[in-house]
C-alpha cells in the first residue's frame, strides 16, 4: 500500500478520533483505513494505537511517531507547492502580436497557433491577418511570416520552408475549355491572376529554365482565398499556393494544369524587426513553427 496514504490515515485517526470519522474525511471505507493502519504498523514493526471497542489511545511508539508523521505530511505538502511554483514560473507566459497573409493564417497559421496554445495556456496570441506587408515596427508587430524571395536587409529572417505553388482549375472549367499542353495556350485561356504577385504574367520553371508568360484574364484578387473561390467556381485557371489547395487536388475537386511547369517557389520566412537576442517566448514560436512547417507538409507535389 502506498506509504503516503499510510501516514496521512494514520495522523488523521489520531485527530479525528476514530477509524469512522477518519474514513469519511478520506473518502474511503472503514476498513480500507484498518488496513491502512495495518500496513503501516507491519511496516514500522510495532504497534501504533491501542484500539478498543469504545476508544483508540497511542501508544509509546505512536507517541514518537505522531510529530514525525506530521512533519512527512507537512514536508511533502511544502514540496509541491515549491515545485508547482517553479513550474509555473517555467511555463512560458506572455503575448505575442504576429501577421501573415489571410489566406495562410486560414489554412497553416490558424491550426498551428491553437496547438501551441493548447501546449501554453499562459500565451497569448494576437493574429493579425493582411495581404499586404505591414510596418512591424509602427504596428508592434512581434513577428510577421512572410512569403517571399525579397525581404528587407534591415528585418531579421529565418527561413521556415518553401511555398511551392501550382496552376490549377476545376475539372468542369478543364472540360469546357480543354488544359493547355504547352505554356504559350495560355493565352488562350481566362487565367486569374494575383495583384501583387504576378499580375499579367505567370512565372514558370521548367528544368532550370524560367519562362514568362504573359496572361488576361476577368479576375485579379490580391487575396488568395477568393481567387480559390473564383477558380473552383470554374471561372478559370490560376496559381494558388500547395498549402491552401494541396487537400483539393488530393480530392480531384482541382486539377494541375501543365504540371511539368513549375511555377517559382517563394521562402516562408520568420521576420523579426530587432537583431538584438529574442525574448524567450519569440525564439520558442519561431522554433515550434519551424518544426511544425519543416518538409512543407502540405505539399501534394513529389
Do not use: K
Not at 524571395?149 to 475539372?171: K, M, Y
Amino acid at each position: 500500500m502506498d506509504r503516503h496514504t499510510a501516514v496521512q490515515v494514520f495522523v488523521e485517526v489520531v485527530d479525528r478520533g476514530s477509524l469512522s470519522a477518519a474514513a469519511e474525511a478520506l473518502e474511503m471505507s472503514r476498513a480500507m483505513v484498518s488496513r491502512y493502519l495495518e500496513s503501516l504498523e507491519r511496516e514500522l514493526g510495532v504497534r501504533l494505537l491501542q484500539r478498543t471497542t469504545r476508544r483508540l489511545s497511542l501508544t509509546d511508539a505512536g507517541e514518537q511517531a505522531l510529530p514525525r508523521c506530521r512533519q512527512l505530511l507537512q514536508l511533502r505538502t511544502e514540496l509541491h507547492e515549491q515545485l508547482g511554483q517553479q513550474a509555473a514560473r517555467s511555463q512560458p507566459r506572455g503575448r505575442l502580436r504576429i501577421s501573415c497573409s489571410t489566406s495562410f493564417a486560414i489554412a497553416q497559421l490558424g491550426p498551428a497557433l491553437a496547438d501551441f496554445l493548447q501546449q501554453h495556456p499562459q500565451v497569448q496570441v494576437e493574429l493579425l491577418a493582411a495581404d499586404r506587408t505591414v510596418h512591424l515596427v509602427e504596428e508592434r508587430i512581434d513577428l510577421a511570416l512572410r512569403i517571399s524571395n525579397r525581404l528587407d536587409e534591415g528585418l531579421v529572417a529565418r527561413r521556415l520552408a518553401t511555398c511551392r505553388s501550382v496552376l490549377c482549375a476545376s475539372p468542369a472549367y478543364l472540360r469546357q475549355a480543354g488544359a493547355p499542353a504547352e505554356p504559350a495556350e495560355l493565352r488562350l485561356h481566362r487565367c486569374i491572376s494575383h495583384a501583387n504577385l504576378n499580375r499579367g504574367e505567370y512565372r514558370l520553371l521548367h528544368e532550370g529554365r524560367l519562362l514568362r508568360v504573359p496572361i488576361s484574364g476577368p479576375l485579379q484578387s490580391n487575396e488568395a482565398g477568393a481567387t480559390l473561390q473564383a477558380v473552383l467556381g470554374g471561372l478559370g485557371i490560376a496559381m494558388l499556393p500547395t498549402y491552401l489547395v494541396g487537400e483539393l487536388l488530393a480530392q480531384g475537386r482541382l486539377q494541375a494544369v501543365l504540371p511539368a511547369w513549375e511555377p517559382e517557389p517563394l521562402g516562408l520566412h520568420a521576420v523579426m524587426a530587432s537583431r538584438q537576442h529574442p525574448p524567450q517566448l519569440l525564439r520558442l514560436m519561431v522554433d515550434y513553427l519551424a518544426a511544425r512547417f519543416a518538409g512543407e507538409p502540405w505539399d501534394p507535389l513529389p
